[in-house]
């Protein structure tokens, strides 16, 4: 019994101490969130549909979301979150972090990348005064795949966040209930090199200026593979 507790208590520290292993080179981080969107665009079924895209107002890319599980479990990821803007145009990128546990008979570790839409400015704006607990705070439901999935179909696009996995190179409806979404200050303060800056003042940004390369890129990438709805 002795050897099990030890085993759950191994898995919460790691995920307690999960700060100061997670995201400590933020141009790091921006590139794999860059290369987790080119992923998804490029498979040709198994994809976010083209119509909840075309609704959205935001999306959060968290790579390498570690989850890791011996009867108490436990996921946690960082990445960013850009929305568009008044002019259509995607804001400069904020760091977040992705929270969650469980608890069951379980056991394991895995690394998904985990890729949220939200329909509306309201989670948004949550999220960047403090934190939402997906489900509780914002309804989540798990995204439906393929490009064929339209807003006539049965499917309503009726909740705030829509929730996806990537596994084996595949996008897939994931069920995040629980899961708390938080702004990353400190490494706003750092990749921005502005101590005071906030998240609502990064996601009211459409511009470069003052943006590092790497979110450059991220931006580009963002109005490259999800522009501005046509009118």
């Known amino acids: 019994m002795s050897k099990l507790w030890i085993s759950v208590f191994a898995s919460l520290l790691m995920l307690a101490n999960f700060n100061a292993m997670a995201g400590p080179d933020e141009d790091n981080k921006l590139k794999d969130v860059s290369a987790v969107l080119q992923d998804f665009v490029n498979i040709p079924e198994n994809a976010i549909p083209p119509a909840l895209l075309e609704q959205a107002y935001g999306i959060a890319i968290i790579p390498s979301v ?89 499917i309503d696009f009726s909740a705030e966040v829509y929730s996806y996995s990537r596994s084996r190179g595949l996008f897939a409806g994931v069920s995040l209930e629980g899961a708390a979404l938080n702004i990353r200050d400190e490494q706003n303060a750092e990749f921005y090199n502005q101590p005071d800056i906030t998240a609502l003042e990064i996601l009211g940004r459409s511009n470069n200026e003052n943006l590092p390369p790497a979110g450059e890129h991220l931006v580009d990438t963002l109005e490259r593979y999800l522009p501005r709805p046509q009118q």
């Open 66 to 154: 570690v989850k890791l599980s011996f009867i108490l479990g436990g996921r946690r990821g960082v990445g960013m979150v850009a929305v568009r803007t008044e002019n259509g145009k995607w804001s400069n990128p904020s760091f977040l972090s992705l929270t969650g546990g469980s608890i069951g008979w379980q056991i394991g570790a895995s690394s998904t990348d985990i890729i949220l839409i939200f329909k509306s400015r309201r989670s948004i704006d949550r999220i960047a005064r403090g934190d939402i607990t997906l489900g509780g705070d914002a309804s989540v439901a798990a995204g439906p795949v393929g490009r064929s999935v339209s807003a006539s179909t049965n």
